[in-house]
């Protein structure tokens, strides 16, 4: 605790004093750029690997980076989700997985999850991406590339998801919104998005923009 309220003390006498018109204009309202949804793992910075201000991104962060699907039962995901569209008017959407990410791991190996009730219900979100890597991945024994793919593959179930929102579905059909979905991998800083044209990540350095987007047909889950 002492080299976290040693760094508010930093951040009021340096960061703020040399932002302050910022931070003042945040109190007038926020506009973000995106909803940039992505897993807990404190080794991610949604803005620092974004090179964002604050008030430019929508953040909602949980446990592997689920959606659950519309309807599922009430959560606060549905919320955010209907706020950004409804609400602030977001265009955009991002999904962004990561590499060596626990919540996959724990997915594959549900031995880990015995002592972990709550975990494993959360879980059940990814079970198609489970279902997918079992029957479709057998051939990847790597246990490092396996987890791997897991990471792409859960992006792309959470965007099929995220599709069966009633905003996200409306913005959609009326070409309001766009949705991406990325892999981070933190020991490289590289970041990989799907192209729905090739049907695989690629790194964002050598995709365009707009091919990222995945608002038209999502390969089948």
């Known amino acids: 605790m002492k080299k976290i309220v040693e760094g508010i003390h930093q951040f009021q006498k340096d960061v703020f004093s040399s932002k302050q018109q910022l931070f003042e204009g945040l109190a007038e309202g926020q506009h973000p750029r995106a909803l940039f ?23 909602l962060r949980n446990a592997g980076n689920i959606v659950p699907p519309y309807g599922s039962y009430e959560r606060g995901e549905a919320a955010t989700i209907e706020y950004a569209i409804s609400v602030l008017g977001i265009k955009s959407i991002i999904i962004c997985g990561h590499s060596h990410c626990g919540a996959m791991g724990g997915l594959l190996d549900q031995s880990q999850l015995e002592k972990l009730p709550a975990v494993r219900s959360w879980l059940e979100h990814s079970e198609s991406t489970r279902r997918i890597i079992n029957e479709n991945y057998a051939h990847i024994t790597d246990i490092e590339a396996r987890l791997m793919v897991t990471v792409e593959e859960n992006v792309l179930v959470q965007l099929d998801h995220l599709r069966t929102h009633p905003t996200v579905a409306a913005a959609l059909g009326r070409k309001a919104l766009n949705l991406h979905g990325w892999v981070y991998k933190f020991e490289s800083g590289q970041v990989f998005g799907y192209d729905p044209d090739k049907k695989e990540f690629l790194a964002i350095e050598e995709t365009s923009f707009s091919s990222l987007s995945v608002d038209r047909d999502l390969p089948p889950i």
Do not use: A, M, V, Y
């Not at 080794?43 to 201000?53: A, F, G, K, S, W």
């Open 37 to 59: 949804i992505t897993c807990s793992d404190s080794r991610i910075n949604p803005n620092l690997l974004t090179q964002t201000e604050p008030g430019e991104l929508f953040i």
